[in-house]
């Protein structure tokens, strides 16, 4: 994953604004996670009204509070805003733990390009590897919150699948977009005891 940033410097979203700009601390950041590329703008309506719910989104699933283990998740902020003042007002209230481009970077623009963003906001899950598991989540995110990680996370097939929400350890999570590539194991261990051969309670 860090391949996509190759070259490239990220900054951490913290008061200091590290610098992320060597292949290992890209690597330390990016590797073995899902990444979430976010793409926004300070001045876009429906960017500011999904903000706060991705930024909820993220700390349920990387904040100690929350969870028993820090999520496999990386979020980059790919800016679309028009100047670079708009780009660090946005960012103000966002966590800490977000990575952003420099705004003089094109890649902001390229990656728009490459992931055909069409419409702000959008976020485009990628598997470790760098293949997009998911075009745009945002709608998920609203939808089913922090549970949808759990369905990216076995349809990436990520190495460590330890992750769990305290408060969801007895419910199972909620249907996922990305439901259909989950593997044929989890479907046939979710099937009832005692019923019937593929009878229902499989997927539907």
């Known amino acids: 994953m860090a391949a996509l940033f190759s070259g490239r410097v990220l ?10 700009d060597t292949e290992e601390e890209l690597s330390r950041r990016l590797e073995n996670r899902l990444v979430l590329l976010f793409f926004g703008a300070g001045d876009c309506p429906r960017c500011q009204a ?56 094109d890649l902001r623009m390229d990656l728009g390009r490459r992931f055909s963003v069409e419409r702000l906001p959008a976020v485009v899950v990628l598997k470790p590897g760098g293949d997009v598991l998911t075009r745009d989540a945002a709608d998920e ?39 259909p590539l989950r593997r044929r194991k989890y479907r046939v261990d979710a099937a009832p005891r005692g019923g019937p051969e593929g009878g229902a309670g499989g997927l539907f």
């Open 11 to 20: 900054i951490r979203n913290n008061s200091d604004q590290d610098e992320l």
């Open 50 to 105: 999904f903000a706060p719910v991705l930024k909820d989104f993220f700390v349920r699933l990387t904040d100690e509070f929350y969870v028993l283990r820090a999520a496999q998740l990386a979020l980059v902020y790919v800016s679309q805003d028009p100047t670079e003042e708009q780009q660090d007002q946005f960012l103000r209230d966002m966590p800490k733990k977000w990575l952003f481009l420099p705004f003089q970077d």
């Open 141 to 179: 995110i609203r939808r089913l919150g922090p549970a949808c990680f759990a369905n990216w996370q076995e349809a990436a097939e990520l190495l460590d699948r330890s992750f769990l929400q305290p408060e969801d350890l007895d419910d199972p999570a909620p249907r996922s977009l990305t439901e």
